[in-house]
C-alpha cells in the first residue's frame, strides 16, 4: 500500500463522476478495495464499473442532494462536480457561478450532517484570493475564486473537515476539453479525410505544467488520507512545457502534420508559474506517468473514439 491505508473499506462520495477525472476516480478508489457512491448529471453518462454505486442528480437539486448523501453517508467526499472551459464561461457565467459555486455550497450543506466526513474540492490554479484589488480575467476564474473564498469560510463558520486541491493542466485518455485533447481529436478527423479550418493557438510559447490525470487521482487520494484541515495543496508535476513542444510531440506520435496556426502572445502572458506538489511530495505521493505515455494515451483513446469502438 502506498499511503492510502486508511481509506481502505471507507466509503467515498464521488460528484462529476460522469467527467474526465471522474471516471478515473471511480476506476482508482474501487481498485483500492473503496466503497464508491458516484454522482453523475445523466442516467448512463459513463462506463460502469465493479464496485460503484451510481446516482443521477443535478447538483443544483439541493434536496435531492441533501438525500443522497444522506442515505451514503460518506467517509470521504471528492467534489469534482462543475464547470470548467474558460470559453464557454464567457457565454455562460451565470451557469458557472451556478454549477461551480451553489452546487459545492448545497454539498457541503448536506454534509453538516456528517461532521466526520473528509471533504476534499478539486479547485483551480487559475483561482486568485479574493482582494480589494482582485481583478478577474475571466468568468470560469472568477467561480473558481469564489469557491475557495466560499470553501475556506464555510470549513472555519461550521468546522467540517475541508481541504481544497488546485490542479494543473490534466491530461490522459477520456472525454477532456483541454489543449492535448482537442489537437488529438483534432489530427484524427484530418487523418478521416474531414474538412477542417486549420487548428488555431494562441501561442507556441504558452507554458503550461501538465499532470496525467491518472496521477492526479492518486495525489487525491493521498488528500484524503493524510491531508490536512482547511489546507490548499497544489496537485502538479512541477514542470512547464511549452504548448509548441506538447503540439509536436502529440503530431510526432500520431505521425501527422496537420495545418495549426499559431498565435503571438507577449511573455509576461505565455508562464503560469511552474511550482512544486511539495506537500504530497511529503506524504510520499509522485507523478509517475511521464508526459509522452500521457500524449500516447491521448492520441490511442481519441483514435479508439473517432473509430467507433470505444
Not at 490548499?232 to 505521425?255: F, T
Request: aromatic share 10%; glycine share 10%; hydrophobic share 35%.
Amino acid at each position: 500500500m502506498d499511503g492510502t491505508e486508511s481509506l481502505l473499506k471507507g466509503t467515498v462520495l464521488i460528484t462529476g463522476a460522469s467527467g474526465f477525472t471522474g471516471r478515473h476516480a471511480c476506476r482508482y478508489f474501487t481498485g483500492l478495495g473503496m466503497q464508491v457512491a458516484a454522482i453523475v448529471h445523466k442516467e448512463g453518462s459513463c462506463p460502469k464499473y465493479d464496485g460503484v454505486y451510481y446516482y443521477t442528480c443535478d447538483l443544483l437539486h439541493k434536496q435531492e442532494l441533501a438525500s443522497i448523501v444522506s442515505e451514503v453517508g460518506p467517509d470521504y467526499v471528492l467534489h469534482l462536480g462543475g464547470k470548467n472551459s474558460v470559453a464557454e464561461s464567457w457565454e455562460a457565467p451565470l451557469t458557472y457561478i451556478e454549477s461551480n459555486v451553489l452546487a459545492m455550497t448545497y454539498l457541503l450543506d448536506a454534509l453538516r450532517s456528517f461532521p466526520a466526513s473528509r471533504i476534499l474540492i478539486t479547485g483551480s490554479r487559475l483561482s486568485s484570493e479574493l482582494s480589494a484589488s482582485y481583478r478577474p480575467l475571466h468568468p470560469y476564474g472568477l467561480s473558481k475564486s469564489i469557491q475557495k473564498a466560499v470553501s475556506q469560510s464555510w470549513q472555519k463558520l461550521f468546522g467540517q473537515f475541508i481541504m481544497l486541491a488546485e490542479p494543473s493542466n490534466l491530461i490522459g485518455p477520456g472525454p477532456s476539453t483541454g489543449f492535448c485533447s482537442l489537437l488529438a481529436q483534432y489530427v484524427v478527423e484530418v487523418q478521416q479525410g474531414k474538412q477542417r479550418a486549420a487548428f488555431r493557438v494562441s501561442s507556441r510559447a504558452f507554458r503550461r505544467d501538465f499532470l496525467d490525470v491518472r496521477d492526479a487521482v492518486r495525489a487525491y487520494g493521498y488528500l484524503l488520507a493524510q491531508g490536512e484541515k482547511g489546507r490548499i495543496y497544489p496537485v502538479c508535476s512541477g514542470v512547464e512545457r511549452s504548448l509548441g513542444e506538447a503540439a509536436d510531440q502529440l503530431l510526432s506520435i500520431a505521425n501527422s502534420s496537420p495545418s495549426i496556426e499559431w498565435g503571438e502572445s507577449s511573455i509576461a502572458e505565455t508562464t503560469s508559474g511552474a511550482i512544486r506538489a511539495e506537500e504530497l511530495e511529503s506524504m510520499g505521493w509522485r507523478a509517475e506517468i511521464p508526459f509522452s505515455v500521457s500524449l500516447r494515451d491521448v492520441m490511442h483513446y481519441m483514435q479508439e473514439m473517432k473509430g467507433g469502438r470505444r
